[in-house]
């Protein structure tokens, strides 16, 4: 990448979105939110609220009408006149059968499953999907058994518009890992005051073994840093919790990063494992956040075989000029004995009996009876903290 | 990088120039080329004909007249009206004082120590140039020792442009290397052949060691190739002859990388040692070649202690967007024990005691007494290549 003199421009040129309130501010909104009419969302919901008044959602301001659904859903855009903003998952708010009166421009505020003010704005107009036509279009699935298609279906299909007007809590989060928590206001601060010029996006809902970690390494080589930005918000009931995964990249970058290259912070995203489109998604929010670079290894966001592998490298790559943050496209990584080192079958010969490679259930099996998958796997730091979850959790 | 559907375009958005004759005007051009003056050049001069000839050059199509030397010394520009071709080492035609007439648009033949004529063409005024003014710009030293200043006052101060009409013979190469020399249209044929749309060039006159093939490495992975591209013209005279050094990078693709990912070729330029301003000219010459990108270690193309570490990466990165080839960055690697495998300072923690380093002389000290170095440094099949010829040589 040539040298920028200037940050990353916020996705939408409009500047990052910002609905922070500061203290006293949060502190008036909150006492006035008791006299507005209560409206559930789920913790899903709840991670948006917090994208969207972060900023890693600009140029959005809010939960999208049926126009901005219909346009992404059908176009991946947002529908401006020249149709130039990409956008490739619809950020929705579900209405539930329960608040019956909705009315364009009434105030709201937005309560969490553990009865927590999220944020306070006004809705729009009602309005229903195609849900089916939408699960296709943005899934490539119907299928109930798909995690995101499920969680699609479950919200029910009664959404409405909603501007935000301001974040009042942070959704739930592990406390442990709350220092790590930085807004894209934060870490574009930190970014600069490191007079990083590139700095390559790294995401993740598992923990990084030795073929991420070189991966990593090469994005990083010819940039000035990385982002380690592990996906926290909901995801599977079988995903590693988010805290473990922290302790983990923890250790792996004080054991075998350089820590003035690396930054590390928590995504408060939820997944839906909408595998191309997802990765398309995850590119903006991460440019949002600052990045000039992102890693696209093979199947990013998918799940099970629902997606080709190399999909979402060849989505990205369509959207890229538009986009203007550069996919790094990766394939897998492995040890090769022969090489004395990780490869790709991309750089290097690799034979199956040359290399050191184990599934992700052989991975599972090893650490849940309190043993350490190979040096050549993952790093002994890492399959430390994983064997004491594994077996105090099994 | 993102997709490009087209081919790179070659430097001055004029098309590749080509002065290469098909066999019946060759015939014919070195008939006539009997009874026209000769100019006598030497092996280096021998070697920009080429360059210009194949389109290595690009847009240059001859030596240039003192408005253009002025121009490239100066402003490192081509004396365009908007300024906006880069270019960074002059390309001139010394002419000796025994080719006393000089004339403008006089036919002559170029004829090399060999007495064979290599191209033939016309010449432009007479001109001189301040030579210290040159060299401090170019090389920024005056220093007689510095081999491409050598070279430079060696050569004589008396100079006339040249349109270069055609090639008639390939300047001389060693023969075991012959299939390797391959034009800029035939690289860009096989890059386009094997369907590259990214593909990095790497610039070397020394043989690639572990340190190098692990930056080559980084480099491709989210590319779709490399191009390994020795520089085989003159070099100095302690540099490892091309056809051992061809032999070693031989050796290290069949035996460390995946063939189908990587191009190797013979670059016959000559070295000028001129640090930032050659690493600026070898990309303009590697974006003619057909490549995206760019290694640029550190020190590139410098000698001895002429020229700041970082400041070739430096140059590169004010032109990179007029050059329209992405320079890529590298530091320094080495193998660390602790993380078991090739990484950079910038990357990975290294401290001295877990590094397996020798320096240039203690890895010469060893392969002339028959010694491989540590296999963390160098290949064995590449040790061995050089161990037969130090020890033969010595």
């Known amino acids: 990448m040539t040298s920028t003199l200037q940050p990353v421009q916020a996705h939408g040129c409009q500047g990052l979105v910002c609905r922070l309130p500061d203290e ?6 909150l006492d006035a939110a008791g006299a507005l009419p209560q409206l559930a969302i789920s913790h899903r919901v709840a991670s948006d609220c917090e994208l969207i008044a972060n900023g890693a959602y600009s140029p ?11 346009s992404v859903i059908d176009s991946m855009r947002l529908p401006t ?38 944020a306070v704005g006004e809705l729009g107009q009602l309005f229903e999907l195609d849900l089916h036509h939408y699960a296709q279009s943005v899934y490539q699935t119907t299928d109930g058994a798909h995690p995101g298609v499920a969680a699609l279906m ?7 518009a909603f501007e935000l007007t301001a974040l009042l809590n942070r959704p739930r989060r592990d406390l442990s890992t709350d220092r790590y928590f930085l807004d894209p206001a934060q870490t574009r601060a930190e970014i600069a005051r490191r007079g990083w010029q590139t700095v390559v996006a790294f995401q993740t809902r ?41 302790r983990c990249y ?37 440019k949002n956040y600052g990045c000039t670079h992102m890693i696209i290894g093979r199947d990013h966001a998918g799940v099970g075989d629902y997606y080709g592998t190399y999909d ?3 989505l990205v790559d369509t959207v890229a000029d538009a986009l203007g943050i550069v996919p790094l496209k990766f394939e897998h990584a492995v040890y090769s004995k022969h090489c004395a080192g990780m490869v790709s079958m991309k750089t290097a010969p690799v034979r199956k ?34 064997i004491e979850w594994a077996t105090i959790s099994s």
Not at 60 to 70: E, H, K, P, R
Not at 154 to 160: E, H, P
């Open 250 to 286: 923890e250790a792996l970058v004080q054991g075998y990063f350089n820590p003035e290259r690396v930054m590390l912070s928590a995504f408060p995203a939820a997944m839906h494992y909408a595998g191309p489109r997802e990765a398309v998604h995850h590119m903006i929010a991460r």
């Open 312 to 314: 979402a490298q060849v």
């Open 81 to 118: 006149a020249a149709g130039e903003v990409v956008w490739a998952l619809p950020v929705l708010l579900p209405v539930p059968d329960t608040f019956s009166v909705v009315e364009a421009g009434q105030s709201v505020a937005l309560v969490d499953p553990d009865q927590r003010v999220i």
């Open 206 to 246: 598992n923990p990084i073994h030795r073929a991420h970690e070189y991966l990593i390494k090469c994005a990083m080589e010819p940039l000035d840093g990385v982002l380690i930005h592990p996906l926290v918000g909901e995801t599977k009931p079988d995903d590693i919790p988010a805290d473990v995964r922290m």
């Open 353 to 386: 009996e040359d290399t050191v490679f184990l599934s992700g259930s052989a991975v599972r099996a090893m650490l849940a009876n309190g043993q350490r998958p190979p040096a050549e796997f993952t790093r002994p730091e890492v399959a430390d903290i994983l």
């Open 154 to 160: 479950a919200a029910g299909n009664r959404f409405a």
């Open 24 to 29: 006293s501010q949060r502190a008036t909104m």
């Open 60 to 70: 959005l301001t809010g939960f999208m009408d049926q126009v901005g659904a219909q």
